[in-house]
């Protein structure tokens, strides 16, 4: 398993979050919610600053490329298809989005860290090409899971659940994850989820068997159409109960009868709870209607979760229709997929404790979201490295802009600029547009980024005409493309403080301690022992911080360690 447990108390220790303040994340947008008006409003203005920009454009400033939400296309990979295809709203203008939400019973691991980061970026491209997007996403507050961990602590069920959807919308807060239209629990939707199950019953696709009511997937020819599997092949899988009484092994429950001990709801069929599949079925066409555009969630849903709502969801109503069906990869450790069940799983709190959040959104981001990413120290190390470097030279940016007052005129931005614009533009539009290919995007980064430092630092970048103007309409362009990939932080100065506060908790190390370690390398270069300064180099190096001489004196900034920098050199 990958070295971050090295770090690590047992998970047991962890503390949960403070109660909801103002670093709690508010479903301002339709959200069915319990605070107190006062309460919402003092959310709402802290999430004020992460959302004001959540509709941002690539423009040129002067450059003769349009806007990417005037000139681009989307194209989607619909595992329904198994192809690309050019992405068509149902209703001109408008976006119906639903994507499984977790299963409430834990903290949340990195593996739905990808899955939620992969649908914000959805959701942020959608709303730059100028789309209204209702996204829904909801939380599975009723499973055998929650129930099992419940009994395992002693406490309600639905109290454990509804502790640990709090949890969950902190991380999501710290991905810079956008919140969604609304955030439906599966234990306020009893009614629909009944109503449901009568409909598919009335059309004959369901039966009852002492209490309990199953699916029966023979009556659906189609049944298997999502994942490719033929009906022969399946056979009970993961949360379906094997049970003689079942007319087909695959056939699946649609409400389970009350157990002892167990949280139920009063049915025509009697007490009971409903099975996992239904509960999506139900408040996605609540919500979204029985035809929308977009269904989301992790690969490894494809079978038996959503095959299994595509089959409901065609028997309550014939009309039902999703036009994309969209899943990511997995995280994998040592290429095992990372999940809760099989115990190889890092926390996101636990992630974050040690990396910046957004150092782990890049991580995430840096591989195409169909691929399956494979966790390291390295490639966060590397991640955080990354960002480090965007951050400041985009704080760079600010301090000598700071300076001048810039007017952008028709002229005002040189030739070479606005062909510098225009590329990054175009490979903007066209990665994003290619279902969302962001490691082609944040690989381009690469060139405005250096042309900017050349600009700040080399003495031919301080002489290049209206420089001033060249850097500003430069730092924009990248500021706006942070904010679609939601790699934009409050302020860049915040950013690059966490980012050093991070890397010291890594290096087990104080600033002080630098400062002094600083202090004698300087003696001992002034002494000409240049053996201890360089050693004192290479142990700061080791523990992941660099050094950086210049006129001004020695300062710091995090770097990968050099042993896992040469485990990246030996891996490439």
């Not at 209702?134 to 395992?152: C, L, M, P, Q, S």
């Not at 049944?223 to 033929?230: A, E, I, T, V």
């Not at 429950?253 to 079925?281: M, N, T, V, Y």
């Not at 030739?415 to 225009?422: A, G, L, R, S, V």
Request: hydrophobic share 35%.
């Amino acid at each position: 398993m990958g070295s971050l447990y090295r770090y690590y108390k047992p998970l047991t220790s962890i503390c949960f979050s403070p109660p909801p303040t103002k670093s709690y994340l508010l479903h301002s947008i339709k959200i069915k919610t319990h605070f107190s008006p006062t309460k919402k409003t003092r959310l709402h203005r802290f999430f004020t600053s992460l959302t004001s920009s959540s509709q941002p454009s690539i423009k040129t400033n002067g450059g003769d490329a349009s806007a990417a939400s005037q000139s681009s296309e989307l194209w989607l990979y619909n595992t329904m298809s198994r192809k690309k295809e050019l992405f068509k709203p149902k209703v001109e203008g408008k976006v119906g989005m639903y994507v499984c939400g977790v299963t409430a019973y834990d903290l949340s691991h990195i593996g739905h860290a990808r899955v939620y980061v992969t649908f914000d970026v959805l959701l942020r491209y959608l709303k730059h090409l100028g789309y209204d997007v209702h996204y829904v996403r909801n939380f599975t507050d009723v499973d055998d899971k929650i129930i099992a961990r419940a009994n395992e602590l002693g406490e309600d069920p639905i109290s454990l659940s509804k502790r640990y959807c709090e949890e969950f919308l902190h991380d999501m807060v710290h991905l810079h994850c956008l919140p969604p239209s609304v955030e439906p629990r599966v234990s306020d939707h009893m009614p629909q989820i009944i109503d449901m199950i009568e409909r598919i019953l009335e059309n004959e696709y369901a039966y009852r068997i002492d209490g309990d009511v199953y699916f029966s997937v023979d009556k659906l020819p189609e049944y298997g159409r999502l994942s490719g599997r033929k009906l022969e092949d399946n056979r009970a899988g993961e949360r379906v109960a094997v049970d003689s009484r079942k007319k087909n092994p695959a056939d699946f429950a649609l409400w389970k009868s009350a157990k002892e001990g167990e949280p139920f709801w009063d049915s025509p069929w009697g007490p009971g709870r409903p099975g996992w599949h239904i509960e999506c079925s139900a408040m996605s066409a609540a919500y979204l209607g029985h035809t929308f555009d977009i269904h989301g969630g992790g690969m490894d849903l494809v079978f038996p979760h959503h095959e299994n709502e595509i089959a409901q969801s065609c028997a309550a109503c014939r009309d039902s229709n999703i036009s994309y069906w969209v899943h990511n990869g997995f995280v994998t450790i040592d290429s095992e997929k990372m999940s809760k069940s099989l115990g190889n799983f890092f926390t996101i709190r636990q992630v974050i404790d040690l990396y910046h959040p957004l150092a782990l959104r890049l991580f995430l981001l840096g591989t195409h979201y169909r691929s399956s990413v494979n966790y390291s120290d390295v490639q966060l190390e590397s991640a955080s490295e990354r960002i480090f470097y965007i951050y400041q030279t985009l704080h760079d940016c600010e301090n000598i802009l700071s300076q001048h007052r810039v007017a952008f005129e028709k002229d005002a931005i040189p030739p070479d600029t606005k062909n510098d614009i225009n590329k990054f533009h175009d490979t903007f539009v066209t990665s994003m547009s290619d279902d969302l290919h962001t490691p082609v995007l944040l690989s381009a980064l690469s060139d405005p980024l250096k042309i900017i430092n050349d600009m700040l630092h080399t003495r031919k970048g301080k002489k290049q005409t209206k420089r001033i103007e060249s850097i500003a309409a430069l730092e924009k362009m990248v500021r706006n493309a942070l904010l679609v990939l939601g790699l934009m932080p409050p302020t860049y100065n915040e950013a690059l403080q966490q980012l050093r506060e991070k890397a010291l908790r890594r290096a087990k190390l104080t600033e002080d301690q630098i400062l002094q370690k600083i202090k004698e390398r300087t003696v001992a270069r002034k002494d000409k022992d240049y053996e201890k300064s360089d050693a004192i180099r290479k142990d700061l190096a080791a523990l992941g911080i660099a050094l950086m001489d210049s006129p001004d004196g020695t300062s710091w900034r995090p770097a990968i360690p050099l042993a896992l920098q040469e485990q990246q050199v030996a891996s490439t």
